[in-house]
């Protein structure tokens, strides 16, 4: 049998999963480029295999213009699990917010792909998605800056929207308190991430930060939120607090969020910008 990933010309490694290596590649046939994981399941423990099966399942089923497009996955003879998404250009969110060196970016621009992140998990959610590591180095830019969310490798699907999952699993940065508490959590922990990813768009930095586990967990469960710069508007700074309430049940669902009015004022004039780009791009190609 023919190894599918012949067809796929090796540029460089990109990175290193937990199961294994990524690659950028460019499809011999469509010449577009791809990310292409490749994921040891040699030695695989039965869970360690259902879970990079349920990646490749979750990602051939989630299609949406903001979560990392999925092409294909395939096994091959020697125990090798190929995945092959979409690449994003411009990297990964993590590494955009270090070029800016300190300086704050425009708040137009953090509400921009603060709304692109919740409509992906929005989505997510509706399908009875968890995401369960969001933060900002799984969130990805291409050339014309929209935002991909991705990794979705420990993502879980949930039975019912009322469920609860209880693994510890994650990020530490990112984690909500009833995690480090070791109590159930559902969809209100990708809330949290998420006003972490907000958080560092507008500080550049970390919400919590500790020296070590303990610390960090200490701060997480406190809950005690640096400042936010001045600079941005008090409905931003409310929206990054909510997210970041301590007690899941304060903490807004992702459909409250994006029918906040300062968030639907900034999705109408994103869309009355876009429709007068389309305007003036088809004027130009018409004269």
């Given at each position: 049998?023919?190894?599918?990933?012949?067809n796929?010309?090796?540029?460089?490694?990109?990175?290193?999963?937990s199961?294994?290596?990524?690659?950028?590649?460019?499809?011999k046939?469509?010449?577009?480029?791809?990310?292409?994981?490749k994921?040891?399941?040699?030695?695989?423990?039965?869970?360690?295999?259902?879970?990079?099966?349920?990646?490749?399942?979750?990602?051939?089923?989630?299609?949406?213009?903001?979560?990392?497009?999925?092409?294909?996955?395939?096994?091959?003879?020697?125990?090798?699990?190929?995945?092959?998404?979409?690449?994003c250009?411009?990297?990964?969110?993590?590494?955009?917010?270090?070029?800016?060196?300190?300086?704050?970016?425009?708040?137009?621009?953090?509400?921009?792909?603060?709304?692109?992140?919740?409509?992906?998990?929005?989505?997510?959610?509706?399908?009875?998605?968890?995401?369960?590591?969001?933060?900002?180095?799984?969130?990805f830019?291409t050339?014309?800056?929209?935002?991909?969310?991705?990794?979705?490798?420990?993502?879980?699907?949930?039975?019912?929207?009322?469920?609860?999952?209880?693994t510890?699993i994650?990020?530490?940065?990112?984690m909500?308190?009833?995690?480090?508490?070791?109590?159930?959590?559902?969809?209100?922990?990708?809330?949290?991430?998420?006003?972490?990813?907000?958080?560092?768009?507008a500080?550049?930095k970390?919400?919590?930060?500790?020296?070590?586990?303990?610390?960090?967990?200490?701060?997480?469960?406190?809950?005690k939120?640096?400042?936010?710069?001045?600079?941005?508007?008090?409905?931003?700074?409310?929206?990054?607090?909510?997210?970041?309430?301590?007690?899941?049940?304060?903490?807004?669902?992702?459909?409250?969020?994006?029918?906040?009015?300062?968030i639907?004022?900034?999705?109408?004039?994103?869309?009355?910008?876009?429709?007068?780009?389309?305007?003036?791009?088809?004027?130009w190609l018409?004269?």
């Amino acid at each position: 049998m023919a190894d599918p990933s012949q067809n796929y010309e090796k540029i460089k490694v990109i990175g290193h999963g937990s199961y294994g290596e990524v690659w950028l590649v460019t499809h011999k046939q469509d010449k577009k480029h791809y990310v292409l994981k490749k994921l040891d399941l040699r030695n695989s423990s039965a869970k360690e295999r259902y879970g990079a099966e349920q990646e490749c399942r979750l990602l051939s089923e989630l299609k949406h213009p903001n979560i990392v497009a999925y092409r294909e996955s395939f096994e091959t003879n020697e125990g090798y699990l190929f995945i092959a998404m979409g690449y994003c250009e411009a990297g990964d969110l993590y590494s955009r917010l270090k070029l800016q060196k300190g300086l704050p970016l425009e708040e137009k621009q953090i509400v921009e792909w603060f709304v692109q992140i919740a409509m992906a998990l929005q989505y997510m959610h509706s399908k009875n998605i968890l995401h369960r590591d969001l933060k900002t180095q799984n969130i990805f830019l291409t050339k014309n800056r929209i935002i991909k969310v991705g990794d979705l490798g420990i993502a879980r699907v949930l039975e019912s929207s009322n469920d609860m999952a209880k693994t510890l699993i994650g990020t530490p940065y990112y984690m909500s308190p009833e995690i480090f508490s070791n109590k159930p959590y559902n969809f209100k922990s990708d809330v949290w991430a998420l006003g972490c990813c907000v958080f560092e768009m507008a500080t550049l930095k970390h919400a919590f930060n500790g020296k070590d586990m303990n610390s960090l967990m200490y701060q997480i469960q406190r809950g005690k939120l640096p400042q936010i710069p001045e600079t941005y508007t008090d409905e931003l700074k409310s929206l990054i607090r909510a997210m970041l309430q301590r007690l899941p049940e304060k903490r807004p669902t992702v459909n409250r969020i994006l029918r906040d009015p300062f968030i639907k004022k900034h999705i109408a004039l994103f869309l009355e910008e876009t429709t007068r780009l389309q305007r003036f791009l088809i004027g130009w190609l018409i004269n």
